[in-house]
């Protein structure tokens, strides 16, 4: 039997008070829609059918933009009237083939774990349908479980439908089902809207098949939490700390110190070596790989970058799309923008900025610099206050500079330019082309200086 999933992202979330579409609201840098897409690729479905309607455009637009591995598996339906979940997993069925188990997820719940919902196809043997329950410390707002006194499931009564002694039930639905097709080809078009919304609801599915003697199953999951959907902005700010607490106790887990796991931001994928040591309020986007005995100082913002073994990364430095090796120094408050290599026992120091910058073993950048389109050798020593001038306002130019070279503080080295292996660059020096230095030599350029005595300094 293949599998196909079905996602409603159709809804406005008018609770948001945004004019973004609810689903494309972000838990970790990444929409709430995506996670669901992400976790309904972990179970080789044959399809997964997107329901969308408000602002359809711009969610279709973040489908088109998912990695092609995505995208090859998402078509998409469009709810043109909001008129309940019902309505809306009967939009996506003219594609979904008869004697395929469907699977209906939201877009708005992009916590829930694969595993669980593995679980949840897997109670569909031998049934219709199978509903996903949990338990909530505070059932308010969620459809309750109604049970025959055969304890099994008799029917799902929204909120605002619940009688006072409902209302008491603390099993809730979540929404998210399991059922075969052809069942769902035959019973969604018979659904009622006699309800306090006036609309087709889903769940009013289960009620329907149990009346008739269908088998209808109920799993209970483990946790509330992890289920939890989104319709307001302070229930994201909810997912997305229990979303990092996830990735903090996983990295904790696998061996990694955090020095207060409630201040860690992970909106990517983080791989660790052994002791690696994270300080509070680090933020890791995109692909982060750090090496063994790495240390991330407190305020570091990481994206896409490779740090190898015995690195230090000080405090607030900002570092995105660089290769770092072993045993470097950086910052702290030093920016590193893409396109960086630094080799081994690299330091980058306080307020230095370099980008598509290459530098060599041993090579010393301590203060106040920028180093950009500029392959540098190793053991080189970089002073205060040194630019690389790699733009004449219209195109970039590369500046080389080769081994033991000793740039003296307030250079510019004006590209294109090279400087030899050996050569000595003396403070307060402009190097361009112009200038030819053998290796080992001495450059120094020096204004003659004008000394006025009894100067008459300006007064208001």
Same mark, same amino acid.
């Given at each position: 039997?293949?599998?196909?999933?079905?996602?409603?992202?159709?809804?406005?979330?008018?609770r948001m008070h945004s004019a973004l579409p609810k689903v494309l609201h972000r838990v970790a840098n990444r929409p709430m829609l995506e996670h669901?897409?992400?976790?309904?690729?972990?179970?080789?479905?044959?399809?997964?059918?997107?329901?969308?309607?408000?602002?359809?455009?711009?969610?279709?637009?973040?489908?088109?933009?998912?990695? @092609?591995?995505?995208?090859?598996?998402?078509?998409?339906?469009?709810?043109?009237?909001?008129?309940?979940?019902?309505?809306?997993?009967?939009?996506?069925?003219?594609?979904?083939?008869?004697?395929?188990?469907?699977?209906?997820?939201?877009?708005?719940?992009?916590?829930?774990?694969?595993?669980?919902?593995?679980?949840?196809?897997?109670?569909?043997?031998?049934?219709?349908?199978?509903?996903?329950?949990?338990?909530?410390?505070?059932?308010?707002?969620?459809?309750?479980?109604?049970?025959?006194?055969?304890?099994?499931?008799?029917?799902?009564?929204?909120?605002?439908?619940?009688?006072?002694?409902?209302?008491?039930?603390?099993?809730?639905?979540?929404?998210?089902?399991?059922?075969?097709?052809?069942?769902?080809?035959?019973?969604?078009?018979?659904?009622?809207?006699?309800?306090?919304?006036?609309?087709?609801? !889903?769940?009013?599915?289960?009620?329907?098949?149990?009346?008739?003697?269908?088998?209808?199953?109920? !799993?209970?999951?483990?946790?509330?939490?992890?289920?939890?959907?989104?319709?307001?902005?302070?229930?994201?700010?909810?997912?997305?700390?229990?979303?990092?607490?996830?990735?903090?106790?996983?990295?904790?887990?696998?061996?990694?110190?955090?020095?207060?796991?409630?201040?860690?931001?992970?909106?990517?994928?983080?791989?660790?070596?052994?002791?690696?040591?994270?300080?509070?309020?680090?933020?890791?986007?995109?692909?982060?790989?750090?090496?063994?005995n790495v240390k991330i100082c407190a305020g570091c913002v990481i994206k896409n970058c490779t740090i190898g073994d015995n690195s230090v990364i000080?405090?607030?430095?900002?570092?995105?799309?660089?290769?770092?090796?072993?045993?470097?120094?950086?910052?702290?408050?030093?920016?590193?923008?893409?396109?960086?290599?630094? @080799?081994?026992?690299?330091?980058?120091?306080?307020?230095? @900025?370099?980008?598509?910058?290459?530098?060599?073993?041993?090579?010393?950048?301590?203060?106040?610099?920028?180093?950009?389109?500029?392959?540098?050798?190793?053991?080189?020593?970089?002073?205060?206050?040194?630019?690389?001038?790699?733009?004449?306002?219209?195109?970039?130019?590369?500046?080389v500079i080769g081994d033991d070279v000793f740039v003296g503080s307030d250079t510019q080295l004006v590209a294109p330019v090279t400087v030899k292996?050996?050569?000595?660059?003396?403070?307060?020096?402009?190097?361009?082309?112009?200038?030819?230095?053998?290796?080992?030599?001495?450059?120094?350029?020096?204004?003659?200086?004008?000394?006025?005595?009894?100067?008459?300094?300006?007064?208001?």
């Open positions: 039997m293949s599998l196909e999933i079905v996602i409603l992202a159709a809804g406005k979330g008018k669901v897409i992400r976790t309904s690729a972990e179970l080789n479905p044959k399809a997964i059918h997107v329901v969308i309607g408000h602002m359809a455009e711009k969610v279709e637009q973040m489908l088109n933009d998912l990695p @092609e591995e995505l995208r090859k598996l998402v078509t998409i339906s469009v709810q043109e009237e909001q008129l309940g979940t019902g309505h809306a997993v009967n939009c996506a069925m003219p594609k979904v083939a008869d004697d395929s188990d469907v699977l209906v997820l939201y877009g708005d719940t992009p916590l829930t774990p694969a595993d669980l919902l593995k679980d949840l196809i897997a109670s569909l043997a031998g049934n219709e349908l199978s509903v996903l329950s949990a338990i909530a410390p505070n059932p308010y707002g969620y459809g309750r479980i109604i049970r025959g006194s055969d304890n099994k499931l008799k029917a799902i009564v929204e909120e605002k439908d619940a009688t006072d002694e409902q209302r008491k039930i603390d099993e809730v639905n979540t929404g998210m089902i399991v059922c075969k097709a052809s069942v769902l080809k035959e019973y969604l078009p018979k659904l009622k809207n006699n309800n306090a919304q006036g609309e087709y609801y !889903l769940t009013d599915l289960s009620g329907q098949l149990s009346s008739e003697g269908k088998a209808v199953n109920i !799993l209970i999951a483990p946790d509330f939490d992890i289920l939890s959907g989104v319709n307001s902005k302070p229930q994201l700010a909810f997912v997305e700390r229990l979303y990092q607490k996830n990735q903090a106790d996983k990295l904790m887990v696998a061996g990694v110190t955090l020095a207060d796991p409630q201040r860690i931001d992970v909106r990517g994928e983080l791989t660790c070596g052994e002791d690696v040591f994270i300080d509070i309020n680090c933020i890791f986007e995109g692909k982060v790989v750090l090496g063994n000080s405090p607030y430095s900002v570092l995105e799309d660089s290769e770092i090796k072993k045993a470097a120094t950086i910052g702290p408050f030093a920016r590193l923008r893409p396109g960086n290599v630094l @080799e081994d026992n690299v330091h980058v120091g306080n307020f230095v @900025e370099c980008k598509k910058a290459h530098l060599g073993v041993g090579t010393k950048a301590g203060h106040l610099s920028y180093l950009g389109d500029a392959e540098i050798g190793k053991d080189v020593n970089i002073g205060a206050g040194t630019i690389t001038c790699n733009y004449d306002g219209a195109n970039k130019f590369k500046t292996n050996g050569v000595t660059i003396g403070a307060g020096t402009t190097v361009t082309r112009r200038i030819k230095a053998n290796e080992g030599a001495l450059i120094i350029t020096r204004a003659q200086a004008t000394v006025i005595d009894n100067y008459p300094r300006p007064h208001k």
